[in-house]
């Protein structure tokens, strides 16, 4: 059964929106607007055909259908649409793709979910993947620019 956070959207970055920063996300976030800045959920993150991020990704689980230029890493399931480009790595221990779609970079699907948040750390040490650092059981925690970071 599906969660229902993953359903409801928490946070929207509409088409004409943009924003210029990083973003911690307790919940779902969709982007069909632009972000430039790191990107970290503790649910699901969309992004949309007319979706573009400048921006690392970090979430549970995630849908491209636009652009993204950085590193997508998910703990679950990171699905990408047709016609969806990614410019970074990705890693996710399950992966989906269909029709026809660019990843330019490395990819890891490691096919396991246990362990997957060691995994997931492991790799962005490797990849350089800049990503926020903060409690997601509470975002009010070094939100922002005033979290530490981790490069």
Do not use: Y
């Amino acid at each position: 059964m599906a969660n229902l956070r993953d359903s409801l959207v928490n946070s929207l970055v509409g088409t004409g929106s943009s924003l210029r920063g990083d973003l911690v996300v307790d919940g779902l976030l969709r982007v069909d607007g632009d972000i430039a800045g790191a990107i970290r959920s503790s649910g699901k993150v969309v992004v949309g055909q007319g979706g573009r991020c400048e921006s690392s990704i970090q979430a549970r689980s995630a849908i491209i259908g636009g652009l993204v230029k950085g590193d997508v890493c998910v703990t679950e399931r990171l699905s990408v649409l047709d016609g969806a480009v990614i410019v970074g790595n990705v890693f996710a221990p399950r992966m989906d793709a269909e029709g026809e779609v660019v990843i330019h970079g490395d990819v890891e699907v490691s096919g396991r979910t246990e362990k997957a948040e060691e995994a997931l750390i492991d790799f962005q040490v490797r990849h350089g993947t800049r990503v926020p650092t903060v409690d997601l059981g509470d975002p009010r925690k070094g939100a922002g620019t005033e979290g530490s970071w981790r490069k």
